[in-house]
């Protein structure tokens, strides 16, 4: 019987590391008039908004995409939370770095917020991402209000 439960609690941290970041996405969408969309892909953006977003795989599910109509500008989020170290964080790291490329050659913001005691024993490859990603935020930073450095 031991580790039966163990799928029953994964990414329950990721879950609520959602939850956090959509609400204060929300608060922050709604005190600058931007529009907020959950879990959004291509067809979702294109469809609610009307902007074609090529992506690097047909399957890509942003957890928050948001749009300023007065400027046309739209940024793109994922969020993930890491208990622990191990290979999954390294290759997040060099997915998002290749994903921010695509999207910024596109005109596009690309924003990973991410946290966890996990990033203690993978400080390279954070280090490397925060380098080559503009916007690389933890929690704290959010609530230190690192979102006004987004250029919405």
């Known amino acids: 019987e031991v580790g039966l439960d163990t799928n029953g609690r994964k990414n329950r941290g990721g879950k609520a590391m959602e939850r956090i970041v959509g609400d204060i996405l929300q608060e922050y969408a709604q005190n600058y008039g931007y ?3 959950k879990e959004a892909t291509a067809p979702i953006i ?3 908004w009307g902007i074609q977003v090529n992506v ?4 890509r599910r942003f957890d928050f995409a948001v749009h300023n109509t007065a400027s046309g500008s739209l940024t ?13 964080l390294k290759s997040t790291c ?8 695509i999207l910024n050659e596109q005109g596009f913001n690309f924003v990973w917020i991410t946290d966890g ?3 203690r024993t993978a400080f390279r490859p954070l280090h490397e991402a925060y380098s080559d990603i503009d916007y690389v935020f933890n929690l704290r930073m959010l609530e230190e209000g690192a979102l006004d450095d987004i250029a919405w």
């Open 35 to 37: 529009l907020l969309l």
């Open 56 to 59: 690097d795989k047909t399957s």
């Open 94 to 101: 060099g997915e998002y770095v290749r994903l921010n490329s």
């Open 76 to 88: 793109l989020f994922e969020t993930n939370f890491y208990n622990s170290g191990g290979s999954k």
């Open 46 to 48: 294109r469809s609610e």
């Open 117 to 119: 005691d996990g990033w």
